[in-house]
């Protein structure tokens, strides 16, 4: 049994956001879960290189999601070790059509973001070239690397409508990607379903105590105990929870009101930057309380309460 199956390549994408890919390792082979951002290739061949990992022995990326800052190495991976790409089906079309990549990411209300080259440029800049994904992964995949290290993916829907997470089962570890989001940034780190996001905590505070896990590692976090993760579920209820609150209380201001003026006015209630994320997780608590019949839509992005 391989005693330390985990190497790890950090870079700091802000002050305060850092960015961790995971490299895992058995005997039969190994595995990137993700693979950062274009400017990090360097540091993960040296990675794989502390790790006495050759290029032969990468068999696979694992995407948890397809995210720009998840999937940017993707293509130079591949082509420096021959491995395949295995990814979610449901954003598939990301990593092959850099364009729509951009537009649904960061577009998806294209008349409150022109198209401007500083937008394209944050989308686009942290992607390496366009690549096709080779097998298409979803809950209950399994890897077995061979040596006792064995990955099993569970879905962890919230942040995008598709992303998984993976548990190691002879270290008990669970490895993490953006299944909770950045808490206290800046910016709002944004997620698309919000019953998703829901789910994904109440999931994940009963995978601890079934899976037994023991050690818990994330791509935007400090790698953290059980006990921690249970604060950190925790606190991302609540985060939703105030969302949602001051969501409904500027609906409840107009007699209808447009998504951009809900939009605007959370940004200035808690002090966080104008920016496309935001936007797209506003509008999922919109239509996350049309479905509970606490808002209706009275014409397109126009919204009342009920």
Not at 43 to 71: C, E, G, Q, W, Y
Not at 223 to 238: F, V
Not at 286 to 304: K, M
Request: proline content about 4%; hydrophobic content about 40%.
């Amino acid at each position: 049994m391989i005693e330390h199956p985990f190497y790890h390549a950090k870079l700091m994408l802000t002050e305060e956001i850092p960015l961790y890919v995971f490299l895992v390792k058995g005997t039969d082979y190994s595995v990137w879960i993700d693979s950062g951002i274009a400017p990090m290739l360097d540091d993960l061949i040296a990675t794989m290189d502390k790790a006495d990992v050759a290029p032969t022995d990468l068999r696979f990326i694992l995407n948890t999601h397809s995210h720009h800052d998840h999937i940017g190495c993707n293509a130079s991976i591949k082509e420096k070790t021959g491995c395949f790409i295995a990814a979610p089906e449901y954003y598939v079309h990301w990593h092959s059509d850099f364009e729509a990549h951009y537009n649904e990411f960061a577009r998806p209300f294209p008349d409150l973001f022109p198209d401007k080259p500083e937008l394209r440029s944050e989308a686009l800049d942290p992607l390496d070239a366009e690549h096709k994904v080779d097998i298409y992964i979803d809950e209950g995949s399994t890897f077995d690397l061979g040596g006792g290290v064995k990955l099993t993916a569970y879905s962890f829907p919230g942040h995008m409508k598709a992303e998984l997470g993976w548990f190691e089962d002879s270290t008990k570890t669970l490895i993490l990607a953006d299944a909770i989001t950045g808490l206290d940034w800046g910016l709002i780190h944004g997620h698309q379903t919000v019953k998703g996001y829901r789910s994904t905590l109440e999931k994940l505070a009963r995978l601890l105590d079934e899976l037994d896990i023991q050690n818990v590692f994330m791509a935007h976090y400090d790698p953290m105990t059980p006990n921690q993760l249970r604060d950190l579920i925790q606190k991302a209820h609540s985060y939703i929870n105030g969302i949602e609150r001051t969501v409904i209380q500027v609906v409840a201001e107009h007699d209808t009101v447009s998504l951009e003026t809900i939009w605007r006015e959370f940004l200035q209630r808690h002090d966080k930057l104008t920016e496309f994320r935001s936007l797209s997780t506003i509008d999922a608590h919109v239509q996350d309380l049309i479905e509970r019949g606490i808002f209706e839509e009275t014409e397109t992005h126009t919204y009342r309460l009920i």
